[in-house]
């Protein structure tokens, strides 16, 4: 059926919203990416170092893949979605004020656990929306 018949416009919204909420995972890599250099001048660390913090985030995906995934199915994908973007949102916003390695690491380790909850539920809730509108 979803071969035959055409999205609709609530679909495509959907779908659309689910491809920003994405795009926020390859902006948080990019911005730490290219502020990597000018954070490891001026707190005086070596670049090496702050590999560990761009690995923090990837550790924190993992975990929240699982764990939010996981209560996505049992408390729904809508509210963990959500709940999803707020980790996303505090995470990001608290890199921005972080003032040691530490915190840096730990508020990556944040923002990664909404990343990955939002790309485990985000694709669950994208696919059973559409199966659910076209009546399928």
């Known amino acids: 059926m979803l071969d035959t018949k055409p999205m ?24 730490i990416s290219f502020a990597s250099p000018g954070i490891a001048q001026e ?9 560990w913090v761009l690995t923090m985030e990837l550790i924190g995906m993992a975990a929240g893949s699982v764990l939010l995934g996981r209560a996505g199915d049992r408390v729904g994908r809508k509210p963990t979605a959500l709940a999803s ?19 840096l690491s730990a508020r990556r380790v944040l923002t990664g656990v909404g990343i990955g909850g939002m790309l485990a539920v985000g694709q669950a809730y ?6 659910v509108v076209t009546g399928d």
Do not use: C, H, K, P
């Not at 609709?8 to 911005?31: E, K």
């Not at 707190?43 to 590999?51: E, M, N, S, T």
């Not at 973007?85 to 915190?103: K, R």
């Not at 994208?126 to 199966?131: E, H, K």
């Open 8 to 31: 609709t416009r609530a679909q495509i919204v959907v779908v659309a919203i689910m491809v920003a909420l994405n795009a926020l995972d390859g902006f948080d890599v990019l911005s």
């Open 43 to 51: 707190w005086g660390i070596d670049r090496a170092a702050l590999g």
């Open 85 to 103: 973007l707020v980790l996303m949102a505090l995470g990001m916003f608290m890199v921005s004020t972080a003032g040691s390695i530490a915190e």
């Open 126 to 131: 994208d696919a059973g929306y559409r199966l």
